[in-house]
């Protein structure tokens, strides 16, 4: 690796640990303006003034914003994430087993789309201006336009209300056996799917066409060369850079999908948690689980550019 990939994947590890700093100042101050009393919340309406006062002082919640932020901020970099305030239990354990769930959806939601989404698009891009082509362009511009709540309304309409062939509810917990395996993850991982594979699918159309249209591969085309092999051998090799910065970015938009997924579907994911811990005003949970989401995209981001530096022939000469 020479200097000047050296500098830039430096310069992009130091951009991303600045992000995270800002990040982590605007989710606790987007946290500090939830509406409603967090102590009111938790003690009721019936709770005296006294009792108000003294619950706020014990939380902590009379310092000054700054130093709030100054304590959690060191806090989360230790691994202190605080007691939940709704449980009165450490936020890692609410964390952890809720974890665990989601990154099993996104495993097994990864698992289905990147060689579903790699497949259609290089097959596009072998056959670009087929009927095939323009069959899954018209398809993968169809997902795009329609929000996921409404891919995830229209897969519990079909499949578990006229179909009934899958529950419309999600329990990670029930699953015993494959079969079980497969009826608790199908409709959330088709949903995520069409979140995440659509996009994925043109950009790897994107970079396969790009590389088709180099010298070398239009000499293979005048050698005799079949499209398959042209595409396979010559083409798609010089194509894997751009390739999985597109599966590092579009496994990214799957941390946005989650949230809704899970809400809809009832998976006890970590997404599910941080929506409940907002209805009773949970702090330390909404931030830890925040975060999580944040570091998560920010790391896939963070890969896909390094991945754009290390791949780009002219910085390697």
Request: with cysteine; glycine share 6%.
């Amino acid at each position: 690796m020479n200097m000047q990939i050296s500098r830039l994947v430096l310069g992009r590890l130091g951009v991303a640990f600045v992000t995270l700093l800002i990040v982590s100042f605007v989710v606790f101050a987007a946290t500090q303006m939830l509406p409603g009393d967090v102590v009111q919340i938790l003690l009721g309406q019936a709770a005296t003034p006294e009792a108000v006062a003294a619950l706020r002082e014990a939380m902590h919640l009379n310092d000054p914003a700054i130093l709030r932020y100054g304590h959690w901020l060191i806090g989360l970099a230790q691994g202190e994430l605080g007691n939940s305030y709704a449980n009165d239990m450490p936020v890692a354990d609410l964390i952890g087993g809720r974890l665990a769930n989601t990154l099993m959806l996104a495993a097994v939601t990864a698992a289905v789309a990147v060689p579903l989404a790699l497949f259609l698009g290089i097959t596009t891009a072998m056959y670009r201006g087929s009927v095939y082509d323009r069959i899954i362009t018209m398809g993968i511009v169809a997902v795009i336009s329609v929000p996921e709540f409404m891919i995830a309304t229209l897969a519990v309409l079909t499949f578990a209300v006229w179909l009934k062939w899958l529950p419309a509810l999600s329990f990670a917990n029930e699953v015993t056996s494959v079969t079980e395996m497969l009826r608790v993850f199908a409709m959330p991982v088709i949903t995520l799917c069409c979140v995440i594979s659509a996009q994925m699918i043109r950009m790897t159309r994107a970079a396969v066409i790009d590389a088709l249209k180099m010298p070398y591969v239009e000499m293979a085309l005048l050698k005799g060369a079949s499209r398959r092999r042209m595409v396979l051998r010559h083409a798609l090799p010089n194509a894997i850079g751009p390739i999985v910065n597109a599966v590092a970015l579009s496994l990214s938009y799957l941390l946005g999908g989650v949230i809704i997924v899970e809400t809809i579907f009832n998976y006890p994911g970590i997404a599910k948690l941080m929506v409940d811990a907002v209805s009773t005003r949970d702090l330390p949970l909404i931030q830890t689980c925040a975060m999580i989401f944040c570091l998560g995209y920010l790391l896939l981001i963070t890969l896909a550019d390094i991945i754009a530096i290390l791949s780009n022939p002219k910085l390697r000469k």
